[in-house]
Nanobody, 115 residues
Framework: QVQLVESGGGLVEPGGSLRLSCTLSGTIYGVTASAWYRQAPGKGREMVARIAGGGTTDYGESVKGRFTISRDITWKSAYLQMNNLKPEDTAVYFC?????????WGQGTQVTVSS
């Protein structure tokens, strides 16, 4: 059974940093991409960052230059380094992985940017 667990969310002041982690449990093979999405209250889910085979990355326009996605060599963990956080980054952040052609989601972790 595929299970993705996020961690690292919390409350941070504007300009601060957080590092989110996502861990895939179980003996899973066939991960081809990892991504982070977010959903703010009253808004739809948006792609924040994704990483595919070969290390190709893609970022949402609002986070370019501030956020960095990475993964471990086994594809079982993914990370999102978030710097220079802004109040508009406040949202629930979801980890997603594509495993043998299917997309799986974590339960989400809350990130709140406020003074």
């Amino acid at each position: 059974q595929v299970q993705l667990v996020e961690s690292g969310g919390g409350l941070v002041e504007p300009g601060g940093s957080l590092r989110l982690s996502c861990t895939l449990s179980g003996t899973i093979y066939g991960v081809t991409a990892s991504a982070w999405y977010r959903q703010a209250p009253g808004k739809g889910r948006e792609m924040v960052a994704r990483i595919a085979g070969g290390g190709t990355t893609d970022y949402g326009e609002s986070v370019k230059g501030r956020f960095t996605i990475s993964r471990d060599i086994t594809w079982k963990s993914a990370y999102l380094q978030m710097n220079n956080l802004k109040p508009e980054d406040t949202a629930v952040y979801f980890c997603s992985m594509v495993i043998r052609g299917r997309q799986f989601w974590g339960q989400g972790t809350q990130v709140t940017v406020s003074s």
